[in-house]
């Protein structure tokens, strides 16, 4: 089967850093993504590794490592207004960009 | 640029009934689109792929029959939840994307509730 695991809850507090972690199962692997939904919302598209490291966009950075099925979301500078669901997705059908979506973590930041 | 646009937002119908639920890529083309089914506090599920000028691929578990694709052109798929009943009721949302490496955007979603 085909699986993606995250924590389901995470609490910080506005201006600090938080860091959700992604492991991953799939049948075939052509990238991670991050996409943000706050409730009721649209997914929107926060950030995407297709190789091994680190990749900053604004406050928000993302890490992949293939080897280990890993691959963690990092929030800096924390916000109200990022308190929302994150979730991880790995693109598994090569040309088609199909993604399979993983558990999502609720994040509550706090005053 | 990269919009999707879901219609409607939200629906109630009573069982029985069918339902359409209409993705337009604004501002690009699709030959391809997601089709996704959302409970409430859980995660995204991928029902089907929608390929223009094609028949739908769908997911294991998802029955064809019950969920109608239709991608006539390169901005429109439709699902059509045919005799609906309650536990149908849920967030169903579409995707595209500009190119098949490019990242996947959202429609807004629809809200079914069946009575």
């Known amino acids: 089967g085909q699986s993606l695991e995250q924590p389901s809850e995470v609490t910080a507090v506005e201006g600090a850093i938080v860091q959700i972690n992604c492991t991953y199962q799939?049948?075939?692997?052509?990238?991670l993504s991050w996409y943000q939904q706050h409730d009721g919302g649209a997914p929107t598209f926060l950030s995407y590794?297709?190789?091994?490291g680190l990749e900053e966009t604004g406050r928000f950075s993302s890490f992949l490592s293939r080897s280990d099925s890993y691959g963690y979301l990092l929030l800096q500078e924390l916000q109200m207004k990022d308190s929302a669901s994150y979730f991880c997705?790995?693109?598994?059908?090569?040309?088609?960009?199909?993604?399979?979506f993983g558990t999502g973590t609720l994040l509550a930041v706090q005053p | 640029g990269a919009v999707v646009s879901q219609h409607p937002s939200w629906v109630i119908c009573k069982s029985g009934t069918s339902v359409k639920i209409e993705c337009r890529s604004l501002?690009?083309?699709?030959?391809?689109m997601f089709w996704y089914r959302q409970f409430p506090k859980q995660s995204l599920m991928l029902m089907a792929t929608?390929?223009?000028?094609?028949?739908?691929?769908?997911e294991q578990g998802v029955e064809k029959d019950k969920f109608l694709i239709n991608h006539a052109s390169l901005t429109l798929s439709t699902l059509t939840v045919t005799s609906a009943h309650p536990e149908d009721s849920s967030f169903y949302i579409c995707?595209?994307?500009?190119?098949?490496?490019?990242?996947?955007?959202f429609g807004n979603g629809t809200r079914l509730t069946v009575t």
């Open positions: 995707s595209a994307s500009q190119g098949s490496y490019s990242p996947l955007h």
């Open positions: 799939t049948s075939g692997f052509y990238g």
């Open positions: 590794n297709a190789l091994d």
């Open positions: 997705a790995v693109r598994y059908g090569g040309a088609t960009n199909k993604l399979i």
């Open positions: 501002d690009f083309q699709a030959t391809t």
């Open positions: 929608s390929n223009e000028g094609s028949k739908a691929t769908y």
